[in-house]
């Protein structure tokens, strides 16, 4: 398992990795593994390589690039959600899921 940190830069600055790209390639898998390979949206299981990350504050509405702005979603997910607001748009497509809604509080927050 990959160490999550909170952006990309924290794997040069642990020495995890070298090189930039590398670094930001590191970060991404590890949000994904963090949370098992599973869209934090849906819910569902996905290859790691089928799974896109999601900012959950849109990059549009001032979001960052940071490890607690990220999250595992599926490309239907991701689309479908586009610059919504992550809970409305959720709620709206998947109903209350408490587990799920908690899962996505506790890594933003
Ligand atoms: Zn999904």
């Not at 909170?6 to 642990?14: E, G, V």
């Not at 690039?65 to 409305?88: E, F, I, M, Y």
Request: aromatic letters at 8%; hydrophobic letters at 30%.
């Amino acid at each position: 398992m990959t160490p999550l940190l909170p952006s990309p830069k924290h794997y040069l600055y642990n020495l995890i990795t070298m090189t930039s790209p590398d670094a930001k390639r590191l970060w991404r898998r590890a949000i994904k593994e963090h949370f098992n390979c599973t869209c934090v949206y849906c819910g569902n299981n996905y290859e790691i390589h089928e799974l896109t990350l999601d900012h959950v504050k849109p990059k549009t509405n001032g979001g960052e690039d940071l490890t607690s702005n990220l999250v595992p979603a599926c490309r239907a997910c991701n689309q479908g959600k586009g610059s919504s607001h992550w809970l409305g748009w959720m709620r709206q497509t998947y109903g209350r899921n408490h587990a799920r809604e908690q899962l996505i509080l506790n890594h933003i927050n």
